[in-house]
């Protein structure tokens, strides 16, 4: 690339950005990397989020074949929602973002700039469940 030309967005990279970028898409598929869930449990791990907005996020992963939604057929009816092959190679772009966010973003609540103690093993900023913001 030459100094002053207009840098190219690649189509492929700009629609993946936008699908893992909506709101919440990012939370839902970090608590699914952990465990295959049902509807109450997500919306339980995801703080904030809606019933018709995890409904919608989750119809939206699975026409991209991000997401399966399996019924077992029980009395009641059970569903379970997990990630294809194609949604757990999202592992680690997750990873990264978490290990930027541990570096990078205050927690709720914390003045921004200050310092926390580092949490020791690099394994740690890894995807390891939901977080539960303290309660007030």
Do not use: N
Not at 30 to 56: G, H, N, Q
Not at 75 to 99: C, F, H, N, Q, W
């Amino acid at each position: 690339m030459r100094v002053g030309s207009i840098p190219e967005l690649c189509p492929r990279f700009h629609r993946a950005s936008e699908l893992i970028g909506r709101r919440w898409t990012g939370a839902i598929i970090y608590v699914l990397l952990k465990s295959r869930c049902r509807f109450a449990m997500l919306r339980e791990a995801i703080p904030d989020i809606t019933d018709r907005m995890l409904s919608e996020r989750l119809q939206e992963l699975e026409q991209e074949g991000i997401v399966a939604r399996t019924v077992v057929p029980e009395m009641p009816v059970r569903v379970e929602y997990e990630l294809t092959k194609k949604g757990r190679a999202l592992a680690s772009a997750i990873a990264s973002i978490a290990d930027w966010a541990e570096k990078w973003i205050t927690e709720p609540g914390t003045a921004a700039g200050a310092t926390r103690p580092p949490r020791g093993h690099r394994e740690a900023a890894r995807p390891s469940g939901p977080r539960r913001r303290p309660s007030a």
